[in-house]
T-cell receptor, first 114, second 113 residues
Framework: SQKIEQNSEALNIQEGKTATLTCNYTNYSPAYLQWYRQDPGRGPVFLLLIRENEKEKRKERLKVTFDTTLKQSLFHITASQPADSATYLCAPGYSGGGADGLTFGKGTHLIIQP | DTGVSQDPRHKITKRGQNVTFRCDPISEHNRLYWYRQTLGQGPEFLTYFQNEAQLEKSRLLSDRFSAERPKGSFSTLEIQRTEQGDSAMYLC???????????FGSGTRLTVV
């Protein structure tokens, strides 16, 4: 069955450093992968989408890579700030073919310490 | 554009009662999704609409769950004969045609006592 693995434990990073979160998937051949941020008691907020033919995508301090050989995506936050503390979710997806409800990983809880 | 709205934000109900949640998506979005999320878990897909057509239902969606999207606008999710295991955050999301990120609402937190 399809499986998505994200860092199961909380990730503590010192303010100003780069935070790197990992998303590994098995039994998938996704056409794209999405990353979301979720704060307690709120719905997820879309951050970035990277397609299978893209190696890297950037948005301000965020960078996502997608390695279809390793079946892995890395999510980087550079110059991290305490306000970046949240849970980050990855979601591999498929395009076309009609129904395409995303499957989400459990998320990684990121804590940026001042 | 006020985003995706969900109502109510919180619902406490007794076991065995029926509950109904409403979701108002972004008006230009033709795709609407329902998810369920429990503490420490990622959102679990429940069902998906493209306009008014319900195109996919998860195996998680038992016969007690039903969803509608009349006229392709707002959607409702009804849970009949609620059980304690139904306690969760119910999230609605919408997206435009094509491959885009989802816009989620703030969710409805259901507590079954």
């Amino acid at each position: 069955s399809q499986k998505i693995e994200q860092n199961s434990e909380a990730l503590n990073i010192q303010e100003g450093k780069t935070a790197t979160l990992t998303c590994n998937y098995t039994n998938y051949s996704p056409a794209y992968l999405q990353w979301y941020r979720q704060d307690p008691g709120r719905g997820p907020v879309f951050l970035l989408l990277i397609r299978e033919n893209e190696k890297e995508k950037r948005k301000e301090r965020l960078k996502v890579t997608f390695d279809t050989t390793l079946k892995q995506s890395l999510f980087h936050i550079t110059a991290s700030q305490p306000a970046d503390s949240a849970t980050y979710l990855c979601a591999p997806g498929y395009s076309g073919g009609g129904a395409d409800g995303l499957t989400f990983g459990k998320g990684t809880h990121l804590i940026i310490q001042p | 554009d006020t985003g995706v709205s969900q109502d109510p934000r919180h619902k406490i109900t007794k076991r065995g009662q029926n509950v109904t949640f409403r979701c108002d998506p972004i008006s230009e979005h033709n795709r609407l999704y329902w998810y369920r999320q429990t503490l420490g878990q990622g959102p679990e897909f429940l069902t998906y609409f493209q306009n008014e057509a319900q195109l996919e239902k998860s195996r998680l969606l038992s016969d007690r769950f039903s969803a509608e999207r009349p006229k392709g606008s707002f959607s409702t999710l009804e849970i009949q004969r609620t059980e304690q295991g139904d306690s969760a955050m119910y999230l609605c999301a919408s997206s435009p045609r094509g491959t885009y990120g989802y816009t989620f609402g703030s969710g409805t937190r259901l507590t079954v006592v």
